[in-house]
């Protein structure tokens, strides 16, 4: 009566996904667990993988009696064109040789790189057979290394820039003698969609890139123990509220030698450039202006010849924060028209706009979130996507029209679809899972008239003892929003025993645990844990990604408070379970899911036995600016905010067993956080425990990762068991 009182308050939806077939199957070993989808137990895929530009042809690498070749499919004409004999490179000691993946250059020519070496392969002729042709052997100390279409190379070397060509040879972009103003680089650390630092122009002419002064940030230490005396790396880390570092986008033109920097701001620099994008003619480029308070986003057109500002497009503005993530996708014939990214509806989609700020239409439109611009193809004026149109746990293959913006789907089977389009935009190779589909690598026409299939895998699984899994759906602490999440049940299930509980967890900004994939689990770790006698739980609650803005920024200036409440809502529906024991209830987590493991854990008392919390974040005021005040503003103005947020200051609330994970050179969420919070322990009297890894960084990962899941799991069998 109670039991089924409280199941329906939560208003609780369930539905199962069988994997159990036999009791007389293997086990997963704890390797296998962890990184056995990636390596032994990963389902049959391509590799390396590429449309040729120029045409409809799409190749991967194959093997076949040990004799590695490229396969050719030639879409157009509807199956295999023919093999191409690899280029192979030396492996290492006592391996096969490797054959590289392509990186084309145009259609008869690609490039590859081995040990800092560029080398171009050219077909040859009829034959289809390869000539390769040495580049440039690059300096040891070569990084980020940018090879344009042009036969352009760029290149760092510590904090300068480098560049070669076949003219000048290479060439120093930059002179920098202080090594904190960094040329060539990722700026404001990662963060807004950045991942490199140099932008050739599109016919490779002109060369742009960041410029980060670092010197007015304060140094921060992280200790390399791999020498005796242990010695210092200091790197710079702007922390919340303190002073970041001031970045400026600059121009070299090879033919001149000249460099000129875009006027992004001279009195005030207080600011993040981003979505940085060449005009198809390369006299402009664009940039995002996001001030420092995340609230207001400029689009500015520069003079790429001369740096100055020619105009202000548009401008995005937002009450709570801004977030812009993607470059500007311009059209391939239409060139004076782009795609835009936007949430200002409620939801990531897509706007199409001139060259001038006009905005022509808005192309995409729902509840629902656009994930990635696969193609183009504006002369019959469509674009191709991947979305969450279908349901938040899948995403699927579309074209768009340009006009009307009529939405068609291309692909078929529920799951998680990637897209990788041909350059006219009338393929695409689309590779998929979902429930009860390990892995299937399809070619699609786009206009629907044909498809062929390439890989259906195996189940690679098929041979283990796999648990019952449930999908879940639980109305969040606001009684309306639905959460979705997993029930990942015992072995031999008895739902006559109480069995003990792992919630797993992450819940923040940029991450969806819970999907239709492969495995139905989302992890194999938690299907060992099932096979040892515990029921995982996980569930994606408000403030994670995929969802639009008002989900996401349900946790402003508020980080951990109503995430709780959310995942609070899971524990209530796990007691409401009868074969659930309360009393055995453990969670984990790493990063921002170490955060909210503690949070947990001191803020819900006695809720949880014991709780594994790894890399976490223990108080924002040490966490990097940029991340930090999108989702909590600064502490001078919101320090309440701050306060609530802050685990150092609710030591003395822990009951149970707490274990903290951390690597000692973590750059990310430094080190600092679980050695004040184990300071603040001392000082409290409380007792908790603590492992290390020594010389990783944020995560632990390949062989190590094993000896970490051993001892997460082991820590619950202690306590839990």
């Known amino acids: 009566m109670n039991y089924c009182k409280s199941v329906s308050s939560l208003l609780v939806v369930v539905t199962t996904i069988s994997v159990q077939l036999s009791a007389q199957k293997k086990q997963f070993t704890i390797t296998e667990a962890t990184n056995g989808m990636s390596t032994t137990l990963a389902p049959k895929s391509l590799k390396n993988t590429s449309w040729q530009p120029g045409t409809d042809n799409f190749w991967y690498s194959d093997k076949k009696d040990k004799e590695e070749f490229w396969t050719v499919v030639d879409c157009k004409n509807g199956g295999i064109k023919g093999t191409v004999p690899a280029i192979e490179l030396d492996g290492p000691k006592g391996k096969a040789p490797a054959i590289p ?27 289809h057979s390869w000539s390769t042709t040495s580049l440039v052997s690059l300096p040891e100390k070569a990084e980020h290394v940018t090879v344009d279409k042009s036969k352009k190379i760029a290149y760092t070397i510590d904090n300068n820039l480098w560049m070669w060509d076949h003219v000048k040879g290479k060439v120093q972009v930059t002179n920098e003698t202080n090594k904190d103003i960094v040329c060539g680089q990722s700026v404001h650390r990662d963060e807004f969609g950045i991942d490199g630092g140099i932008f050739f ?30 010695t210092v790396d200091l790197i710079k880390y702007p922390m919340a509220g303190g002073t970041s570092h001031e970045v400026t986008l600059c121009v070299y033109d090879p033919a001149s030698g000249k460099t000129v920097t875009m006027q992004t701001g001279t009195t005030n620099k207080d600011h993040y450039l981003t979505c940085v994008t060449w005009s198809p003619d390369e006299k402009y480029i664009y940039i995002g202006i996001l001030n420092r308070d995340q609230n207001q986003l400029l689009l500015n057109k520069y003079n790429a010849a001369t740096g100055a500002k020619v105009l202000t497009l548009f401008e995005e503005k937002d009450k709570k924060y801004v977030h812009p993530t993607h470059p500007l996708t311009f059209l391939h014939k239409n060139k004076n028209y782009f795609i835009w990214w936007s949430e200002r509806d409620g939801f990531e989609h897509l706007y199409l706009y001139d060259t001038e700020g006009k905005l022509v239409r808005q192309l995409t439109k729902g509840n629902w979130v656009v994930n990635e611009i696969v193609g183009v193809d504006d002369e019959n004026m469509k674009l ?6 279908e ?54 026409a786009t206009d629907g008239s044909d498809n062929l299939e390439l890989v259906k895998a195996e189940d690679p699984l098929a041979g283990y003892d796999r648990p019952e899994i449930r999908n879940v759906t639980i109305k969040a602490a606001d009684g309306v929003t639905p959460l979705y999440g997993k029930l990942i049940l015992p072995t031999n299930f008895d739902m006559n025993k109480k069995y003990p509980v792992i919630v797993y967890l ?21 299907e060992y ?11 994606d609650g408000r403030g994670s990604w995929n969802r639009g803005i008002n989900f996401e920024q349900a946790t402003f200036r508020k980080l951990g408070d109503v995430e709780i409440k959310d995942q609070m809502k899971g524990v209530e529906y796990l007691k409401s379970l009868p074969y659930v024991d309360k009393d055995r209830m453990g969670v984990h987590g790493w990063s921002y899911g170490g955060f909210m493991t503690t949070s947990l854990m001191l803020k819900q008392p006695g809720v949880f036995k014991c709780g594994v919390a790894g890399g976490p974040v223990m108080d924002w005021k040490m966490y990097e600016v940029m991340y930090t005040e999108r989702y909590m503003d600064v502490p001078a103005t919101n320090p309440e ?12 609330n822990l009951k149970g067993k707490l274990m903290l994970i951390h690597g000692t050179q973590d750059n990310v969420v430094v080190w ?23 010389g990783y960084e944020h995560n632990v990962r390949g062989k190590d990762r094993v000896h970490l899941m051993q001892k997460i799991s082991d820590y619950f069998d202690t306590y839990l068991k």
């Open 506 to 526: 992450y819940n923040g900004p940029n991450v969806q645990l819970i999907h239709n994939s492969f495995p139905e689990s989302g992890n194999l770790w938690y």
């Open 672 to 694: 600092q956080h679980s050695i004040d919070f184990l300071k603040k322990c001392v000082d409290e009297n409380v007792q908790v425990d603590y492992f290390v890894y020594p």
């Open 641 to 652: 905010g701050y306060e609530n947020a802050n685990l150092l200051t609710k030591v003395k």
């Open 101 to 127: 993946a392509l990186k084309w250059l145009d259609m008869d020519n690609a490039w590859f790189m081995k040990d800092k070496e560029i080398t171009v392969a050219t077909l040859k002729g009829a034959t």
């Open 529 to 539: 844990m099932a096979q040892h006698g515990y029921i995982v739980f996980t569930m």
């Open 201 to 230: 122009s599109p016919k490779g002419n002109f060369l742009a890139y960041y410029r980060m002064d670092q010197t007015m940030v304060k140094d921060y230490p992280i200790i390399k123990w791999d020498t005796t005396p242990a």
């Open 391 to 444: 349901s938040p746990l899948e995403k699927h293959i579309y074209s768009v029209s340009l006009e009307k913006g009529k939405m068609t789907l291309l692909d078929k089977g529920a799951g998680m679809h990637n897209a990788l389009c041909s350059e006219d935009g009338r393929y695409v190779y689309d590779v998929y899972n979902g429930a009860g589909i390990p892995k299937n690598s399809v070619i699609r």
């Open 384 to 389: 191709f996507i991947t979305a969450s149109k």
